[in-house]
Each structure stands twice: as C-alpha cells, then as structure tokens.
C-alpha cells in the first residue's frame, strides 16, 4: 500500500521482488527483496514493524512493514499530505515523501510477502496515531541499504 507524498488518498501497489537463495547448513532459504526505488527512490530505508493494531493492541498474525526513506525529514521530501490529510492533521510525526506499507507471512521475516488490501489500512492508520512513542522512538526498526 503506497501513501504518495504528492496525493490524497492511499493506494494499493504492485512491489516487484527479487528472489535470493540462500543455504546456511543444510537449511534453504528463499528470500524476496523487493524493489523500493521505484517507489521510494534510491538510497537507505527504514522498515518499522507493525505488529499489532494501535500502540498496545491485539498481536496481528501477519505483521505489517512501515517502509520509508531513512533520511526523509532532511534529503528534501517533501510532506505526506496523504498521510496528513488521512490523520486529519493530526499525526503526531512529521511524515515526508512516499510511504509503503508491506504485508509478510506469519513471523515478520522477510521471507514471503502477501497482498495487502484497502482492509488493512485501519491497521496503519492507527500506527500513524502512536508514533512515535512516549520517548519519542519506535523500537523495532532496522535500517537496510539499498545500491
């Protein structure tokens, strides 16, 4: 689901994904790498889980990505007005350039991602009501960089 900077109302996207192998041991692993300049642009991301609905609510069987550029406030982007005009002004953080929000199979892993629909946007939108949090951080993000 893609929250255009530039646009009103959010959007279900297709996100192309490369597919890695991987076999430690004697375990393989088939990863899926999606491609997020094309939506995102180049450079670093930051990938916030969503894993349960609100702040503190019921556990979500499959978790969601909140996925963004990582230096957004200072590389120029310009605000979410998708994300500002969906909170009605009032998210509590200063979103800037395109956002994506991504759906992965049972454990959060970047294993297999999964469709998203318009139903899961209640889910996001109560992401954009809590962060940050109290101390002003989200702690379950992990930064990639992406060449």
């Known amino acids: 689901m893609l929250f255009p900077a530039d646009e ?11 597919v890695k192998r991987e076999i430690p ?5 088939i990863m899926y790498k999606p491609d997020l300049a094309m939506f995102l ?3 670093c991301y930051d990938y916030q889980l969503i894993d349960r ?11 969601i ?17 998708c994300v500002r005009r969906l909170m009605r002004g009032k998210a509590p953080h ?5 956002l994506l929000a991504m759906k992965v199979a049972g454990t959060g892993t970047f294993e297999k991602w999964v469709d998203m629909s318009m139903d899961d946007l209640p889910t996001v939108q109560a992401f954009y ?3 940050p949090d109290e101390d ?3 702690d379950s993000s992990v930064i990639l960089e992406v060449r």
């Open 8 to 18: 009103d109302v959010p959007r279900l996207v297709a996100v192309h994904c490369t």
């Open 25 to 29: 041991g004697d375990d393989e692993t």
């Open 41 to 43: 642009g180049g450079g």
């Open 53 to 63: 609905i609100g702040h503190s609510g019921r556990k979500l069987r499959q978790p």
């Open 65 to 81: 990505y909140h996925v963004i550029r990582d230096n957004f406030l200072n590389d120029g982007s310009p605000p979410n007005r």
């Open 94 to 98: 200063a979103w800037a350039g395109n």
């Open 129 to 131: 009501e809590w962060y």
């Open 136 to 138: 002003g951080t989200c």
